[in-house]
């Protein structure tokens, strides 16, 4: 018994006796915007073996957004850094032996599952070449979507509309949790934020909803029927071709 349990332990020995520790820094950064922090929950990232599955690091973002100055303002020189000490970022610290094909998987952000992007890339990490600083910056394309009204299956007696209509509401950010504003950094003026309306399947209503205050977005419609209706909210910036979309169900009753 001494025997085998010391000859699989020279086997786990022999295996492990060259591997490097090798640092790998992945960071998310949203389309248009900052790096994915703490402050909405950070991006989930994966560091697998592409060639069997194996993960090899796993673990959240953490950090701020980043200086905005920085990412959105300055013109970025090359070998120029966009991301600073606080900057939200996951190092991953793998052990390899050699040249080992790496996918990363970054799940963003992790705890909007409505918003939420899957968007990966694939590198070789070289045994004990570190890959710091910026590191790799898988973008994040989207928006955060929130429709607050109507809430998600509402029952709406219809005679409490037929004074005041239906208000819609949504809030809305970046992908990073950076505000959208009018006048602002990310101006509500390039988006175009529109609520489809569906009753019983049918598209029945299509409304721009206003920006009357930081990422709310708000209309209102008349409703006339009873049925199970859908509320689509989209958003678009034809500059970047960024989009998102929330959509809920809900119903009016007699």
Known sequence: MKKTILFFALIFL???AFATETKLMVRAKAKDAKFVGSSIG???VIVRNAINGQILAEGTTQGSTGNTDLIMKRAKERFGQISEES???FLAIVDIDEPTFVTIEVISPINKRNAQVHATTEIWLLPGKDILGDGVVVEIPGFVIDILKPNTHQY???ASLKETGLDIKANVVMMCGCPIEEGGLWDSKMMEVTA???K??????ELPLKNPSRNLFEGNVAISEAGTYELTVTAYNATTGN???EKVNYV???
Not at 200 to 205: A, E, F, S
């Open 200 to 205: 019983d399947g049918n598209l029945i209503k």
């Open 87 to 89: 900057t939200a970022g």
């Open 14 to 16: 022999c295996t492990h």
């Open 196 to 198: 489809f309306l569906k």
């Open 252 to 254: 009016i009753t007699n």
């Open 156 to 158: 709406i007696p219809l």
């Open 243 to 245: 989009t998102g979309v």
């Open 42 to 44: 950070g991006a989930h």
